[in-house]
């Protein structure tokens, strides 16, 4: 039979759970409704289902740590992407200008990994402009990328989901790092 305390114990761990889980979906979906209401490029469904993936944050306790997840999610999208690219340059039949695409694409991508962490390091020292800065030039990769395989008629990019992805993360990282730009200038974080 089980002790009167333990059971108390065992309910008061079991509401605090339920209560954060529930406190960070919101936390969450208000930071999408935000994020998607002032930028057009960011799509509220998947900004929601892009930071739920991510299991830290369900555990998330305010918008600077939603943010520093944000901005890991772009660079395991930029990771899995340069090692997709690297698979796609390894086929035999490529036409000559799809391997070129893909070969900056790849470059482009890899320079983000780097640039990334440079973000990450800034965005934790809550040097935002410069976090800002770097995060706005992996959004340019992505659209490098895509814009590359447009320069000729009929070509389509094997990469379009892959650049939609980054650019839309890129995007919510970039517009909770202006929230928290708004927040430390008010002085209300």
């Known amino acids: 039979m089980h002790h009167p305390s333990f059971l108390l114990l065992s309910l008061t761990i079991l509401f605090c759970f339920f209560h954060s889980i529930v406190s960070t979906n919101h936390l969450i979906q208000q930071t999408c409704k935000n994020c998607s209401e ?4 960011i799509n509220y469904k998947f900004c929601i289902t892009s930071l739920q993936s991510d299991h830290r944050s369900q555990c998330a306790k305010n918008l600077n740590e939603l943010g520093l997840i944000s901005i890991k999610l772009i660079r395991h999208n930029v990771t899995n992407t340069s090692a997709h690219i690297k698979e796609l340059l390894k086929k035999n039949n490529l036409d000559p200008f799809i391997k070129a695409c893909l070969d900056d694409c790849l470059e482009v991508y890899s320079d983000s990994i780097l640039t990334l962490r440079e973000a990450i390091r800034d965005y934790k020292a809550k040097r935002y402009a410069d976090s ?4 706005s030039s992996v959004i340019d990769a992505s659209t490098t990328c895509e814009d590359g395989f447009e320069q000729k008629n009929g070509v389509i990019s094997p990469l379009t989901k892959r650049n939609k992805d980054t650019f839309q993360l890129s995007a ?9 730009n708004i927040y430390k200038l008010k002085g209300t974080f």
């Open 172 to 180: 919510i990282s970039l517009s909770i790092i202006n929230m928290l």
């Open 132 to 135: 800002n800065v770097k995060l």
């Open 38 to 41: 002032t930028d057009p490029n």
